[in-house]
């Protein structure tokens, strides 16, 4: 599971991952910034928020 998000919304997406999986969530910066945007608003997601692999 993960969900990019832009910087606003981190913390939030962090949360989902922990409730959802049990775990401590992973947090890794895009690569492709401008190309993906967050999945709570229009912002550009600037980070991937994982579940562990």
Known sequence: MEKK??????EIALDI????TGEYP???ELSTI???TCEFCDADATYVVSSKK
């Open 5 to 10: 998000v832009c910087k606003e919304h981190v």
């Open 17 to 20: 991952i922990v409730d959802e």
């Open 26 to 28: 992973l947090l890794e």
């Open 34 to 36: 401008g190309q993906v």
